[in-house]
C-alpha cells in the first residue's frame, strides 16, 4: 500500500494513552537489569511518527546497549548509565501520530523499520528510518528488517556484489544477520558455504547453504577452497586469517563478531581491514549498516514474495524480553526473537 499523501502538523490522537509499559534498563549490565516500567508516552518531533509497536525485532546491538560494551560506545549512548533507557531498536507497528512536517504517512498505516526504545508500548521513529509494511508482510516479519536485514542485504549485495555461481562463506549463518545472510546469497545463485554451531547446522541448510560448518570444530582453512566472497558476522578471525581464504580477487565484508575484547569489540579488524585493502589485489572491507526508507522497502518486497523468508525463532511478550536477551547471549536463538508487547 502506498504512503498517503496527506500532510500534517502534529497530530496525536486523542485516546492515546500518557504513558506506557516499556522494558528499560537504568544501569549498564547484563539481563537481570532489565525492568519493565511504566514511562511517559513519547510524541513525536518534527519529521518523526509515533508507533504504536506491533513487533520489535531483538538484534545484537540490543544486548550491547544493554551492558554497555564495548564501552567504546558509550561515547555515543552515556558515559556512567545509558541516556535512553527504553531497550530496542528495530519496530514494526501502526502509526497512531505524527510529527511537524511529515507528509507521507498518516495515522493507521502500517510501517517498519527502526525506533529508538521499539521494545515498549509505543516508540517515535524518523520518517526517513520507515518504510510501508507490505500486506502480505506481518509486522513480526517486518520487525526483522530495520537492522538484521538490512545489515546482511548491505553486506552480501550492495557492498559484497555477491554473484551467480560465486563460492561464498557467511561466518555466523545462524543468527539474526546470518540467517537473512545466507538466504540472500543463495538466492542470487552464489554457492554458499555457511558456519554455525554443529547444533544449527540442519536449520542452516534449510535456509538455502549448501555446505554447512561447525565453526567449533573447522578451522578457517578447512572451511573449503579460496572464497569469493567473505561475509563475517560472527568470531573474531584476524583480517591475515580472513585474506587467506580469499581467491586472489575475492572480497572480505567485515559484519560484525563478539570476542574483540571489552573495549573497542572487535572494530579495531575494521581498521586493520581498511590498511591491509591497500597491499593486496584481494577487497577487503567492512559495512556498517544505515537504516533507510529505501532499503526496507526493497527487502520487504522481497519478503512479500517469499524469496525471502526471516527467521524467526519465538515470539514472546514484553515481560519475557530478558529471557530472550539470555538466550541471545548465550546463543540459543536460530534467527532471531520478536517481542510483541
Ligand atoms: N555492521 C553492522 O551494521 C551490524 C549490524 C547488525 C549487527 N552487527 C554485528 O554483527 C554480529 C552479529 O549480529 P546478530 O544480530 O546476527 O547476532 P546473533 O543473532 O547473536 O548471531 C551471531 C552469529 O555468530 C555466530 N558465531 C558465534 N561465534 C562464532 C564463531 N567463532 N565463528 C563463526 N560464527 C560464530 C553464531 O553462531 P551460533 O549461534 O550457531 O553459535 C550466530 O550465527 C554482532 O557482532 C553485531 O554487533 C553489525
Known sequence: MPPSSQESSVTV???LPTTMRAVTRRVYGGPEVVDIEQVPRPDPGPGEVLVKVAAAGLDRATLHLLTGLPYAARAAFGLRRPRQPVLGQQVAGQVVAVGEGVSGYAAGDRVFGTAAGSL?????????????????????????????????LGAVVTQGRVQKGERVLVLGGSGAVGSFAVQLAARHGAEVTAACSGAKTEFVAGLGAHRTVDYRTTSLAQMGDPFDLIIDIGGNRSVGRLRSA???????????GEGGGPMLGGIQRNFWASIANRFTRRELGWFFSRTTSQGCAQLAEEISTRTIVPSIDRIVGLAEASRALTAMQRGELRGQAVICP
Do not use: K
Open 13 to 15: 490522537e486523542p485516546d
Open 120 to 152: 515498549a508500548e509505543f516508540a517515535v521513529a524518523d520518517v526517513a528510518t520507515v518504510a510501508t509494511t507490505p500486506e502480505s508482510v506481518s509486522d513480526v516479519e517486518a520487525s526483522t528488517i530495520g537492522v538484521s536485514g538490512l545489515t546482511a
Open 246 to 256: 580469499l581467491r586472489p580477487e575475492g572480497r572480505l565484508v567485515i559484519v560484525g
